[in-house]
């Protein structure tokens, strides 16, 4: 059927990758390049949204062209409740994540009636309302977004230090990515990707499909709140970019790039398109051409992505 399998070598793999970033701080500073260590936030924090997706895409099956609503409202969630006085970030990222969930219940509870086409085209609207509404609130910004009065507290962690920073936001990554391998081999996992695959077979078998794609949408709609919350910290900005379609359009592609279906994929894919805009802008000024280039390769040669060329991708039939 398709289903998500673990494999010891993917298991070695991921460790010694996280052995690696735990190293990288010290070899960025061994190099004096201290603005790298912030640049390896951000794409850590861009590998955790896109995962956030690849769950909804990869393993629940539905195309979401309106994941970008969830990301943003995480980053100005945080943003306000910054202004607000709520700093800790034992308050303020739970509270994000719980607001985000309830709006991907909302969203979800409707875009899920549809299917197809029909569902990616509802999921864009409402990412689109969200965003022309958080654009007209001239308090939270307007066009120009919402700065962030200070970086989130995190117990006695300095976050101010972009080091102390980018180990928590690789523990939050390394946390999400144990608990979604986790799902995908619990019974709901299990389920989850039979109804992606077959969802006219699992309704006849007497699974409730609606409610667990919802749970599924809810999920993935929360984590992207949290990669949204560590993101405004990362940067200092909510900024209404971050609700726009094209940033769905972004993350997306970052899951096709490292494999729809994997669980690795929204890293591999994020580091892939970050670091390589990252080298590509400083050398050619056209670098979006070479990454439509790769696009089509791994979509024509590649179809499990670049993860699923090492084995960490989801099983065929």
Not at 86 to 111: C, D, E, F
Request: net charge neutral; with cysteine; charged share 10%.
């Amino acid at each position: 059927m398709g289903l998500y399998e673990s494999s010891k070598r993917r298991r070695v793999a991921a460790a010694i990758t996280l052995a690696s970033l735990l190293a990288l701080p010290w070899l960025i500073t061994a190099l004096d390049q201290g603005f790298y260590i912030s640049f390896a936030s951000r794409v850590l924090i861009f590998a955790l949204a896109a995962t956030s997706l690849n769950l909804v895409i990869g393993f629940g099956g539905m195309i979401s062209f309106g994941h970008a609503a969830f990301f943003g409202t995480g980053a100005y969630c945080v943003a306000v409740l910054a202004e607000s006085g709520i700093v800790s970030a034992a308050l303020a990222w739970p509270l994000t994540m719980a607001l985000t969930a309830l709006l991907a219940l909302l969203i979800g509870a409707i875009s899920l009636r549809t299917r197809g086409v029909y569902f990616i085209m509802i999921t864009l609207a409402f990412a689109q309302m969200v965003f022309y509404l958080v654009v007209s609130l001239k308090a939270w910004g307007g066009d120009d977004g919402l700065s962030l009065v200070r970086r989130s507290i995190f117990g006695g962690l300095d976050l101010k230090d972009d080091t102390t920073f980018y180990f928590v936001v690789l523990a939050i990554l390394a946390l999400v990515l144990v608990a979604l391998d986790r799902l995908a081999h619990s019974r709901f996992g299990r389920v989850i990707q039979s109804i992606r695959e077959n969802e006219t077979r699992m309704e006849a078998l007497g699974y409730p499909v609606f409610a667990y794609k919802l749970v599924c949408f809810v999920i993935g709609g929360a984590l992207a709140g949290l990669a949204g919350a560590l993101l405004v910290n990362q940067s200092g900005l909510a900024s209404p970019n971050l609700l726009h379609w094209m940033q769905s359009g972004t993350l997306m592609v970052m899951i096709v790039l490292g494999g729809v279906g994997s669980v690795y994929g929204g890293v591999v894919g994020a580091v892939l398109l970050l670091l390589g805009e990252e080298i590509l802008a400083e050398w050619v000024p056209h670098w979006p051409i070479g990454l439509g280039v790769l696009l089509l390769a791994v979509v024509l040669w590649a179809p499990l992505g670049i993860a699923g060329l090492f084995g960490w991708g989801r099983s065929r039939e």
